[in-house]
């Protein structure tokens, strides 16, 4: 009888097929990691973890067709434990991520030692945030292997009540961004920013960048604190 373990089944999905060769390649040095699947948007990541059902999804943040949010409750009945890839990671990003399902969080800036720990940690059912995530959401993590993996959240709290695309809106006019700016860096049109924009102002009760400046020192959600 070998006295090998099992390796952790791994499926990568990202938009980027030098980012998914990459990360099969780092990973096939760890020994006990296998990757057994790639998708190169949300849909097909949804439709990779029926047919595999990896063990672990590493699963990139911005995708075309899904986002990798979007890709979360699609396969939250399954056995596949999700771990969000990103080049960033402000806070409400992480948090949103957790409460929709996400098992782990990771930038893609860290180390290979960073990214095959996280695996191994959701392969093993506990929670997993990267170094520069971990004072975001580590204090209010679910217990692992609770039904609901969603993180709790005070719904009298109005920006809790804004939808993602919204807050990524909030954070961008913070930095001073155009409609238009924004717009570029969400891929989406400037109108589409600006009825974002008023859906997050009326939700927030706020008139104007004034107003939404002090509201952001008061919640903690400047630029340069996430």
Same mark, same amino acid.
């Given at each position: 009888?070998?006295?090998?373990?099992?390796?952790?089944?791994?499926?990568?999905?990202?938009?980027?097929? #030098?980012?998914?060769?990459? #990360?099969?390649?780092? @990973?096939?040095?760890?020994?006990?990691?296998?990757?057994?699947?790639?998708?190169? !948007?949300?849909?097909?990541?949804?439709? @990779?973890?029926?047919?595999?059902?990896?063990?672990?999804?590493?699963?990139?943040?911005?995708?075309?067709? @899904?986002?990798?949010?979007?890709?979360? $409750?699609?396969?939250?009945?399954?056995?596949?434990?999700?771990?969000? @890839?990103?080049?960033?990671? $402000?806070?409400?990003?992480?948090?949103?991520?957790?409460?929709?399902?996400?098992?782990?969080?990771?930038?893609?800036?860290?180390?290979?030692?960073?990214?095959?720990?996280?695996?191994?940690?959701?392969?093993?059912?506990?929670?997993?945030?990267?170094?520069?995530?971990?004072?975001?959401?580590?204090?209010?993590?679910?217990? %692992?292997?609770?039904?609901?993996?969603?993180?709790?959240?005070?719904?009298?709290?109005?920006?809790?009540?804004?939808?993602?695309?919204?807050? !990524?809106?909030?954070?961008?006019?913070?930095?001073?961004?155009?409609?238009?700016?924004?717009?570029?860096?969400?891929?989406?049109?400037?109108?589409?920013?600006? #009825?974002?924009? %008023?859906?997050?102002?009326?939700?927030?009760?706020?008139?104007?960048?004034?107003?939404?400046?002090?509201?952001?020192?008061?919640?903690? #959600?400047?630029?340069?604190?996430?």
């Amino acid at each position: 009888m070998s006295s090998l373990a099992t390796p952790t089944r791994v499926a990568v999905a990202d938009d980027h097929a #030098i980012v998914r060769r990459g #990360i099969r390649a780092l @990973l096939e040095r760890a020994g006990d990691i296998e990757v057994v699947g790639e998708a190169d !948007d949300g849909l097909r990541a949804v439709a @990779l973890v029926d047919k595999v059902r990896p063990d672990v999804l590493l699963l990139d943040l911005r995708m075309p067709a @899904l986002t990798g949010l979007e890709v979360l $409750p699609r396969i939250r009945k399954s056995s596949t434990r999700a771990i969000m @890839l990103s080049v960033e990671g $402000p806070r409400h990003h992480v948090v949103t991520a957790l409460r929709e399902g996400a098992w782990g969080y990771i930038l893609k800036n860290c180390t290979l030692d960073t990214l095959v720990s996280g695996i191994r940690a959701v392969a093993d059912g506990k929670r997993y945030l990267c170094p520069g995530c971990q004072g975001f959401a580590g204090d209010t993590l679910p217990p %692992a292997g609770a039904n609901d993996s969603r993180l709790p959240f005070d719904s009298r709290d109005p920006y809790e009540r804004l939808t993602f695309r919204e807050k !990524d809106v909030v954070h961008l006019a913070l930095e001073g961004l155009t409609n238009g700016e924004i717009g570029g860096r969400l891929s989406i049109s400037a109108r589409t920013v600006e #009825i974002h924009r %008023a859906h997050a102002m009326q939700k927030l009760g706020l008139r104007g960048q004034v107003d939404l400046v002090r509201f952001a020192v008061r919640h903690s #959600i400047l630029p340069c604190d996430v």
